[in-house]
């Protein structure tokens, strides 16, 4: 469009010959103008191109509102966020209207009032596409009067008839009109409010405490469940199940690497630290690992999921530890070690449910899905037979020591004492400064002891690696 002075009245926007379009139809045509750009319409999005992304654009090209189903920390809520990008950059509406009415066909009768009244010289506003957004996470509490409305005791108190919709306080769904509206696990919605989402959507009223009162929103309606409450028989009342055209199923990232990328993307960065860090590729695959291996353990609960945020809130830890250590012992740069993991118990285990209810077991189960993590990450670098060189200098009493707390120097000095430990470390990390060095011979220590090539004791934080 060419660039020309913006429309400010209902005369001005008739003049510049604007068509106002459905909500599905402009969210139809800008994807598909998306598609046609390549553009990429779900930036941040990571694994998803294949089977998630697919089946939304079909929903929207098809005009069907969706339900989004997968257990947490699926990008659930990030992707419907994202459907703004589906918008038009902005949109012309009645000036001061609650619900964003289109100026050509206004439904409030505030704005058929003032429209009648004034003609073409009735103000319009123009609404930016991250004002059509609105969200509500659904719990057994959430009313109507939140959702669609309630009737204002004042305006009734002022002699207005209960039947006369000037007496109603618009609710969340009204006010997000002419936009896109996500409720968050819907099963958690009461029966009686399903039923007026149902003929909101359906019929385009609204009933409130017994008044029906017409109003033909348009409003792209999505939703979240977890699969589980979704299909359960009686949380979601037929009608509107049916109603939802596209069941869109979420999953988790299907690689390590995806895994590890949306670690990169989403993790907390902070600027203005003195310190350097550094995260070794190996340290950063054994957090991914982690929570893969969870996904898969009969002791986690996998109906509740294990999130992408236990490898963020993971990474964040083990990296934080390593930055306490550095800050201590004046070192310069922060690197994480095998012996900065067991901090990230404190960071899992508010993520996961464990399937028994003993109170110990927790942090055991946390400890053995680290050491399988350990073991698988190490036996991808390492061919455990080819490191004999190393595991026989251990004979005859020779022990290595290392600590959450020790300084890397004296990693360094391990190394040098050891025939072919430097060679090996240089398979996964050619830095020559001691904080990485430190970190390697930790990993190649621990890997060698899951693959039972060494002793392990640990006491009081101090770990010695001995045969
Ligand atoms: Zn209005």
């Not at 510049?16 to 930036?43: C, D, T, W």
């Not at 398979?427 to 060494?454: W, Y």
Request: proline residues 4%; contains cysteine; aromatic residues 6%.
């Amino acid at each position: 469009m060419a660039k020309r002075k913006k429309a400010k009245t209902i005369g001005e926007l008739k003049a510049s010959g604007y068509q106002p379009v459905p909500l599905r139809e402009e969210m139809r045509r800008n994807l598909i103008a998306m598609i046609k750009k390549k553009k990429n319409i779900f930036p941040g999005i990571v694994g998803f191109d294949d089977t998630v992304i697919p089946q939304i654009e079909n929903a929207i090209i098809s005009g069907q509102d969706m339900i989004f189903l997968g257990e947490r920390g699926q990008a659930k809520s990030k992707i419907m966020r994202l459907l703004v990008n589906l918008l038009d950059a902005e949109i012309p509406v009645v000036k001061g209207c609650e619900i964003n009415d289109n100026p050509f066909a206004p439904i409030c009768k505030r704005c058929r009032d003032k429209l009648a009244e004034e003609g073409d010289a009735a103000e319009i506003d123009w609404l930016p596409r991250h004002e059509r957004y609105g969200e509500k996470l659904a719990t057994p509490d959430s009313t109507i009067a939140d959702l669609i409305g309630d009737v204002d005791p004042i305006k009734v108190a002022e002699g207005r008839y209960l039947s006369d919709e000037l007496t109603i306080h618009y609710g969340l769904i009204p006010r997000t009109n002419r936009g896109i509206f996500c409720i968050n696990e819907l099963p958690d919605l009461m029966e009686r409010l399903q039923v007026g989402l149902f003929n909101l959507m359906e019929e385009s009223d609204i009933q409130i405490r017994g008044y029906r009162v017409r109003l033909p929103l348009d409003i792209f309606l999505v939703a979240s469940a977890n699969p589980e409450d979704y299909t359960n028989r009686g949380r979601i009342i037929t009608p509107l199940k049916d109603r939802y055209g596209a069941q869109v199923r979420t999953h988790y990232p299907a690689t390590i690497e995806d895994e590890m990328s949306i670690v990169e993307m989403e993790r907390r960065q902070f600027g203005g630290d003195e310190l350097e860090s550094y995260v070794p590729q190996y340290m950063e695959e054994i957090i991914a690992e982690v929570t893969h291996l969870a996904r898969k353990s009969p002791d986690i609960n996998q109906r509740s999921g294990v999130s992408v945020r236990v490898s963020i809130a993971n990474y964040e830890t083990m990296l934080s530890n390593a930055i306490r250590r550095a800050v201590r012992l004046g070192e310069k740069l922060a690197v994480p070690r095998i012996s900065d993991l067991p901090h990230i118990r404190a960071s899992t285990s508010g993520k996961i449910e464990l399937e028994s209810f003993e109170e110990t077991r927790e942090d055991k189960v946390i400890d053995d899905l680290i050491k399988k993590a350990v073991l698988n990450v190490f036996n991808r670098y390492y061919k455990v037979f080819k490191l004999e060189e190393v595991v026989v200098q251990f004979s005859g009493g020779f022990s290595v020591e290392v600590s959450a707390t020790m300084r890397a120097k004296s990693y360094v000095r391990n190394v040098r004492e050891m025939i072919g430990l430097a060679e090996v470390i240089r398979a996964v990390d050619d830095s020559e400064r001691p904080e990485t060095i430190a970190s390697a011979v930790e990993f190649i220590l621990e890997g060698l002891h899951v693959n039972k090539r060494l002793n392990k004791t640990t006491v009081e934080g101090k770990t010695v690696y001995r045969r």
